[in-house]
T-cell receptor
């Protein structure tokens, strides 16, 4: 089956602009999580969506937002870009673990965002 | 704040067995232990997961003692292509995958 698809793979934006990144999860997966990875901070959790609702949120400013559509595809948006937002943005899809079942998360290749 | 502690880096040679130990003293009853591998500019890839005792799959083994306060990832006969960062995660994705990643262990395999 197809893996997690993130688009675009690379993006260059200017400070102050906004950007939207897209993630298509594995078919049947309803949970989509977003992570930011930088050399200095490592992998940091942004938020998680399930059934079109943000269910979990990390410690990021309100400039970072997201949404999920009825087909489980998810987008994340960053407004008023800052140089420090340059990072690899990763999304992961997973089945929602229930009843003690803990399933793995599948990551996409990521979107490399460069803010200049 | 990451719930795990693992070595920052390790070196090995091709063909050797590599063991990476992770400490997780505050592991909760519902938490699973999961290891991921990440190559540069790629997303992490699931390696193995366990709850207690020993788990083995085609690429690795995971040893978890009875108190579950630590775990050891064992990679048999590593090759150059195993050079990567290895993350030990502790948590449960019941209610969503939101696990905090630590710094990981950078494994460098030499010829």
């Amino acid at each position: 089956k197809a893996g997690v698809t993130q688009t675009p793979r690379y993006l260059i934006k200017t400070r102050g602009q906004q950007v939207t990144l897209s993630c298509s999860p594995i078919s049947g997966h309803r949970s989509v999580s977003w992570y930011q990875q930088t050399p200095g901070q490592g992998l940091q959790f942004l938020f998680e969506y399930f059934s079109e609702t943000q269910r979990n949120k990390g410690n990021f400013p309100g400039r970072f937002s997201g949404r999920q559509f009825s087909n489980s595809r998810s987008e994340m948006n960053v407004s008023t870009l800052e140089l420090g937002d340059s990072a690899l943005y990763l999304c992961a899809s997973s089945l929602d673990g229930q009843g003690g079942l803990n399933t793995e998360a599948f990551f996409g290749q990521g979107t490399r965002l460069t803010v200049v | 704040l990451a719930k795990t502690t693992q070595p920052i880096s390790m070196d090995s040679y091709e063909g050797q067995e590599v063991n990476i130990t992770c400490s997780h003293n505050n592991i909760a009853t519902n938490d699973y232990i999961t290891w991921y591998q990440q190559f540069p500019s790629q997303g992490p890839r699931f390696i193995i997961q366990g709850y207690k005792t020993k788990v083995t799959n085609e690429v690795a083994s995971l040893f978890i003692p009875a108190d579950r306060k630590s775990s050891t990832l064992s990679l048999p006969r590593v090759s150059l292509s195993d050079t990567a960062v290895y993350y030990c995660l502790v948590g449960s994705n019941t209610g969503g995958f939101k696990t905090i990643f630590g710094a990981g262990t950078r494994l460098f395999v030499k010829a």
